[in-house]
């Protein structure tokens, strides 16, 4: 009976092949707390004639068929352009219709189901003849998943109660994680789109094979091991349906395809986060120097340490469902913006930290680098100017030495050893540094901290006595100099402080100078480096 459909189940349908006759995509709002039975019965009856509804579901937005409608199936992958021996999952809205649609179902289910369904889990079981492998991808079992999302169950029911659903995305993008994605994705390729929001959880249900002994995880999602394992005790992972470089056939048969990439090289960049912070930074900043800006996945906690490229913040990592929830998103963005590359952080593959760097080693194509190689290539990573008020000429140098040409990327700042409170800078130094193109303006003073000296920060004083002070009361003698003793050159450094403003500009004189100097040093010490 399916020997047609099975004898080009190898076909690939491409999404600009002309296959597919445009029509008029229906876009319908839904709210689940209030949902509009007239808009389901519509939806349900489009799905009734074999027709394709997108909708809500708590993890990502599904591309709904019937399930038990070979022709169906066949849409679905055509929408989609979608291998065909790749199967979907079919969705269900009652327990007891498992039955009808699987065969041989484990006991350890029963308990599962009560903890998980509806909910983020798949489990695949052996299929029933109902269900036609025009669905199952040419496979003897099923996949199943009763979802939570109320708009979901709603048309499942209205649709007769098996609905099939891969995620909404045209094969080869993120899965879609608001109904615009879908939009964007599949306009004039489907019926119908409801439009119920952003959803929950944003990554695929966790796939979990029920068919061997213990259940095997196919693709790691919101429910984890754990979770499951505090059920029905132990199940396993089956890292190779997850790795590229596996020799099996994976069991999952949507793992074998390549899956999304975006448009820029997306690297992984790991470490502690505050070396992944300093890696990215100079990556950005290296690129930036080359007129290449990178993109960047940051979190709210990181953001406001990249000074270049293109930022995004793709969560809190307070929690990490935040960060599953942004992930698609972002992709999607960077995938508008003409960028070559994205870094990105990496996160703690714990509980649904496991599904996020899953889904993010997959768009990167597993490609990574360790930040600690980037940054021990960097002795100094913090330049601190210390003067006596942090009011004119620690500020000063500050501000020269960032509009410097230097070929790594150093956090800049200054500080005094006798700051009481926080002072905005000397206003002659202000009026000096602006005739320059410069500006103080954002500078509040800052007392210097010793407690607080890292081995990465150099710190340059503007005069011998500061020196003196911080070596005395910290210790520290590594890394402290003198800004003149530093550059080899001893001009001093006149102190224009109550004098008029054509002291000040003597002043910035002597400091240009020197601060090109101090950049010409930093970038030959880099380049030893290296
Ligand atoms: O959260 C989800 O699971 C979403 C929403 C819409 O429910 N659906 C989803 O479907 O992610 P899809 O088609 O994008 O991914 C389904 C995955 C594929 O990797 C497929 O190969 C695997 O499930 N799969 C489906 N049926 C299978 C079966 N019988 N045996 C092994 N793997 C199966
Ligand atoms: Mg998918």
Redesign the pocket.
């Known amino acids: 009976m399916t020997s047609g459909w099975m004898s080009q189940k190898k076909f690939f349908f491409n999404s600009n092949d002309g296959i597919i006759n445009f029509m008029k995509t229906k876009i319908r709002k839904v709210d689940k707390n209030q949902i509009d039975d007239d808009i389901i019965n519509e939806a349900g009856n489009l799905l009734r004639e074999g027709r394709l509804v997108a909708f809500p ?1 708590e ?4 591309l709904g068929a019937d399930a038990l409608q070979e022709e169906a199936a066949k849409r679905t992958y055509e929408a989609k352009g979608r291998p065909s021996d ?4 079919v ?1 269900i809205a009652d327990y007891e219709d498992l039955k009808k649609i699987a065969v041989n179902i484990p006991a350890e289910t029963d308990m599962l189901a009560a903890h998980f369904w509806p909910g ?1 889990l ?1 489990m ?1 079981f052996e299929k029933s003849d109902a269900v036609p492998h025009g669905t ?2 040419g ?1 003897d ?3 199943v ?1 009763m ?1 939570e999302d109320p708009v979901a169950l709603a048309l499942i029911r209205a649709a007769g109660g098996f609905v099939s ?3 909404a995305n045209t094969s080869g993008r993120p ?1 879609p994680t608001t109904a615009e994605h879908v939009v964007a994705d599949l306009d004039g390729r489907i019926d119908m789109i409801l439009d119920g929001g952003a959803v929950d959880i944003g990554l ?2 966790t ?1 979990l ?1 029920m068919t061997v002994a213990p259940p095997v995880i ?2 790691p999602g919101a429910i984890t091991a754990e979770m499951l394992e505090d059920v029905i005790g132990p199940v396993t992972a089956d890292d190779n349906s997850m790795s590229e470089k596996s020799a099996r056939a994976p ?5 074998k395809y390549r899956h999304y990439a975006p448009k820029a090289k997306l690297v992984i960049v790991e470490g502690d986060l505050r070396e992944e912070i300093l890696a990215i930074r100079q990556l950005a900043f290296e690129a930036d120097r080359k007129g290449r800006p990178v993109g960047i996945i940051a979190t709210s906690e990181t953001l406001a340490f990249y000074k270049y490229g293109i930022v995004k913040n793709i969560g809190t990592r307070e929690n990490e469902r935040s960060v599953a929830r942004g992930l698609y998103k972002i992709l999607r963005e960077f995938d508008e913006e003409d960028i070559d590359t994205i870094y990105s952080e990496s996160f703690a593959a714990q509980g649904i930290g496991k599904a996020i760097m899953n889904r993010l080693e997959k768009a990167a194509g597993h490609h990574r680098i360790p930040a600690a190689d980037i940054v021990k290539l960097q002795k100094y990573r913090q330049i601190t100017f210390v003067s006596g008020t942090d009011s004119a000429r620690g500020p000063m140098a500050a501000e020269l030495l960032r509009h410097c040409d230097l070929v790594q990327e150093y956090v800049i700042n200054s500080s005094g050893m006798v700051v009481l409170f926080p002072e905005p800078a000397n206003q002659k130094a202000e009026a000096i540094m602006k005739s320059a193109g410069m500006t103080l303006k954002d500078h509040s003073s800052h007392p210097f901290d010793g407690e607080n000296i890292r081995e990465d920060t150099l710190i340059l004083t503007i005069e011998e006595s500061q020196k003196e002070k911080i070596l005395s009361e910290y210790g520290h003698s590594d890394s402290i100099f003198t800004l003149n003793e530093f550059t080899g050159d001893d001009t001093e450094i006149p102190d224009p402080y109550g004098k008029p403003l054509t002291a000040y500009g003597e002043c910035y004189e002597v400091l240009n100078r020197l601060i090109n100097e101090l950049a010409e040093k930093l970038n030959s010490l880099t380049e030893e480096e290296k």
């Open positions: 579901t993890t990502v937005y599904g790749n199967p979907l999952i969705h983020p798949t695949i199952t991808g496979l079992t099923v996949a998943r979802p659903a891969p995620s899965s695929e249900s796939i094979d196919l693709r069991k999952a048969p949507g793992m």
